[in-house]
């Protein structure tokens, strides 16, 4: 029996969805406010849907460029008990020196789209895109 091609798109897309929830990676976030010079790209823009990585993603550099997916899981304080809003993309463009291990530093605007920022930190979820 031949598989329709909508079908056939279908399931492709419900496997790789559960292939992209199986290799999230949990963690904290933060943010920051000045973006530039960054380690990846120096004094050049790249928007404000950024992120710094800490030390062990960054690996020398390999994450420069790299897209992930965020994903606001939780308050770390008591402070702001449902900071979350959501997810958002951004782009790899700094090392974080000063982070833990599954640590990402936001950019403000990044961190504004997912949490409130009074929060200061979050617990998330962040998976590579393709």
Known sequence: MAIKTGHALLLLGLVVSLISVASAVSGTATFYTVYTPSACYGNQDQGVMIAAANNALYNNGAACGKMYRVTCKGPTNQG???????????????????????????????????????????????????
Do not use: H, M, W
């Open 80 to 130: 702001v008990p449902r900071p979350c809003r959501g997810s958002v993309t951004v782009k790899i463009v700094d090392r974080c020196p000063g982070c833990a291990a599954n640590q990402l530093d936001l950019s403000q605007e990044a961190f504004n789209t997912i949490a409130d920022p009074a929060a200061g930190k979050i617990i998330i979820d962040y998976v590579q895109l393709v």
